[in-house]
């Protein structure tokens, strides 16, 4: 399902703690479980990455034959607040940045501060995508408008539900923050947090060039 592979793999990442001394309840037989390997889930991030980018690259293609090919193709204007969202979008991912360094240099002060800015910045972006929405619909722009509209509303909703996904993911590291969970742990679950975060900012800019260009 679109936007939970990110929260899916910190579920992974955060399963992998080893327990703590609890007196034979906790050492499951006598074993303790391996911890995670942070490679391991990071590799994880990128596979899945992977897979979005295959979805997202095949929308494209059809995007580019369908308006090569057709003669219904009509051109509308892109709302000037996706700019906008664009520079809210890019200046979250220079302040998560900003937090995953400030972890590194073991400021937590500073890197939750900066953590929760890029939260509210994802919020503000979807809130404005869809005051983007709103303002397409007041122009009489609709999903089934015409086949340029069409594809807007779809590569648009999708990345939203995507960077939801990275929203609720920011949400599940402030919590484990807050659990104390063990240093490497945090640190992957930010390390690959981050990681997802900036494909989608990345890739934003790429579909609303691609958008701009097949308005």
Do not use: C
Not at 61 to 87: C, E, K, M, Q
Not at 104 to 124: D, E, I, K, S
Not at 198 to 205: A, E, I, K, P, R
Request: hydrophobic content about 55%.
């Amino acid at each position: 399902m679109a936007g939970k592979t990110a929260v899916e793999e910190l579920e992974l990442i955060d399963a992998g703690r080893p327990p703590r001394d609890s007196g034979g309840a906790g050492d499951f037989g006598g074993r303790r479980p391996t911890p995670a390997v942070p490679q391991v889930y990071v590799t994880g991030i990128w596979l899945a990455l992977a897979s979005i980018l295959m979805f997202f690259m095949a929308l494209t293609s059809a995007l580019i034959v369908r308006r090569g090919l057709s003669t219904d193709w009509v051109p509308f204007d892109l709302p000037p607040l996706l700019w906008w969202n664009t520079a809210a979008l890019l200046a979250s991912s220079l302040t998560l940045e900003t937090a995953h360094r400030a972890l590194a240099a073991g400021r937590p002060l500073a890197y939750h501060r900066w953590w929760n800015v890029t939260t509210a910045l994802g919020v503000l972006f979807l809130a404005g995508q869809w005051m983007a929405w709103a303002q397409l619909r007041a122009a009489g722009v609709y999903l089934a408008t015409n086949p340029s509209s069409s594809f807007f509303y779809v590569l648009t909703g999708v990345h939203g539900l995507h960077l939801l996904g990275g929203i609720v993911a920011l949400l599940y590291v402030a919590t484990r923050r807050r659990r104390a969970a063990p240093w490497p742990v945090e640190r992957t679950a930010v390390t690959a947090t981050s990681i997802y975060w900036h494909f989608l900012s990345g890739l934003w800019v790429f579909l609303l060039l691609l958008l701009w260009w097949g308005r």
